[in-house]
């Protein structure tokens, strides 16, 4: 398995705005990458999913035009811009990684990777 670091997360007022970080220590990532999220309550959802090339991005409706997805290949990181907060998405953010970014968008991840995810808190 490959370990997933996400970095980044915290406690920030609605109309805020954080930079997520996921990083593979040690290895180089071949795959699409991709954000998901998981707040109280609800099922895991996706929230991101870009191409190895970082030529094709998906996003969820509920963060289009406030969140962006990109990666650095060099750096085996892949990051999230997010911007305009709301409370709604308070959540545990994680990455992973898929072997398309479209398949990404449907959930389905290559287990082998995997991180303990970064908590986002957004108070109103």
């Known amino acids: 398995q490959v370990q997933l670091v996400e970095s980044g997360g915290g406690l920030v007022q609605a109309g805020g705005s954080l930079r997520l970080s996921c990083a593979a220590p040690?290895?180089?990532?071949?795959?699409?990458m991709g954000w998901f999220r998981q707040a109280p309550g609800k099922e895991r959802e996706f929230v991101a999913a870009?191409?190895?090339?970082?030529?094709?991005?998906y996003y969820a409706d509920s963060v289009k035009g406030r969140f962006a997805i990109s990666r650095d290949n060099a750096k085996n990181t892949v990051y999230l811009q997010m911007n305009n907060l709301k409370p709604e998405d308070t959540a545990v953010y994680y990455c992973?990684?898929?072997?398309?970014?479209?398949?990404?968008?449907?959930?389905?991840?290559?287990?082998?990777?995997w991180g303990q995810g970064t908590q986002v808190t957004v108070s109103s």
């Open positions: 992973g990684a898929g072997i398309t970014a479209a398949t990404l968008t449907r959930g389905q991840v290559i287990n082998d990777y």
């Open positions: 040690g290895r180089t990532i071949r795959y699409a």
């Open positions: 870009l191409s190895w090339d970082g030529g094709s991005t």
